[in-house]
């Protein structure tokens, strides 16, 4: 089987030189630290979790319908939201 030129599997493996890896400065990478820790931590089936009262502005048609969906599908509005959230962090 010969494999298309281009392809996945022919492509070298890139190296990072030290000076390349070194040359990344700390304050570039600390949002990332941040976010991945926070997912961890997130993610922890044994957390449990506080949760904060939000306010945000939907327009009255699309939170009508959504929870009208929500109720028809026999899960809370809020907890959808939840849901949707964690569904799209994952992504």
């Known amino acids: 089987m010969n494999a298309k030129r281009g392809s ?3 492509r070298p493996v890139q ?3 030290k000076s390349q890896i070194v040359a ?5 990478v600390t ?3 941040e976010f991945l820790e926070q997912f961890r931590i997130l993610a922890d089936p044994r957390a449990q979790h506080k949760s904060k009262l939000i306010s945000i502005k939907i327009p009255e048609p699309l939170l009508a319908a959504f ?3 929500a109720d028809h599908d026999g899960v ?3 907890t959808m939201i939840k849901r949707l959230m ?3 962090l994952s992504k």
């Not at 990344?24 to 570039?28: H, K, L, S």
């Open 8 to 10: 996945k599997k022919n």
């Open 15 to 17: 190296l990072a030189s």
């Open 24 to 28: 990344i400065e700390v304050e570039d």
């Open 31 to 33: 949002p990332i630290v």
């Open 67 to 69: 929870r009208y969906k």
């Open 76 to 78: 809370p509005y809020q």
């Open 86 to 88: 964690l569904e799209w």
